[in-house]
């Protein structure tokens, strides 16, 4: 059963009724629904901390919490604000059981110098046709839009962020995992 929100307990004791919630379309395309399954991916990208890994699927990383975040640009500066953020944020999101991955259209070689040159420990992966960010919404061609998502273990969105404000949204992200893991 989902958890309602207190503005939406108050509407219903107000008498209005809710209705199953619709796909949102937001800039970029039409965004998976809450509570279903997460589309697949299988990408190339790069891990600093595994450089040996080139492939990364969600089949893969089932079995754990997964934060999946789409970004414009590697080395553009809201993208490296929103890396920072997740970076600094990573080992209380390992310490929740979350993994973190970041998807744009940038090339494998673009994001293995950008994770060299932000000392990234997240893999970034590539999406130069936007096939992915398509699914999940995300694509303005030739880029991905700033949206980000919550995939819990068993590869259902439990959580979605459109039009992304860089500073602090890994903090939001990470709260949001937090609540969702209590209650």
Request: with cysteine; aromatic share 10%.
């Given at each position: ?73 590697d080395f553009t500066s809201g993208c490296t ?69 919550l995939i819990d273990p068993q590869s259902v ?27």
């Amino acid at each position: 059963m989902k958890r309602r929100s207190l503005l939406q307990t108050a509407m219903l004791g107000a008498g209005i009724f809710l209705l199953a919630p619709a796909r949102v379309r937001a800039l970029g395309g039409t965004s998976p629904e809450i509570g279903i399954k997460a589309p697949d991916f299988d990408l190339l990208g790069f891990s600093s901390v595994n450089p040996d890994q080139n492939h990364w699927s969600l089949t893969n990383l089932q079995g754990r919490w997964l934060v999946v975040y789409f970004y414009p640009r590697d080395f553009t500066s809201g993208c490296t604000i929103e890396a920072h953020g997740f970076q600094k944020a990573l080992p209380e999101f390992k310490k929740q059981g979350a993994e973190v991955v970041a998807i744009s259209a940038d090339s494998v070689s673009d994001h293995e110098s950008f994770c060299s040159s932000e000392e990234l420990k997240f893999p970034l992966l590539s999406d130069p046709d936007g096939v992915v960010s398509k699914a999940y919404g995300s694509w303005m061609a030739p880029y991905s839009m700033r949206h980000t998502f919550l995939i819990d273990p068993q590869s259902v969105l439990q959580a979605a962020w459109t039009g992304v404000r860089p500073v602090g949204h890994a903090n939001e992200v990470l709260s949001r995992l937090k609540e969702l893991q209590t209650g």
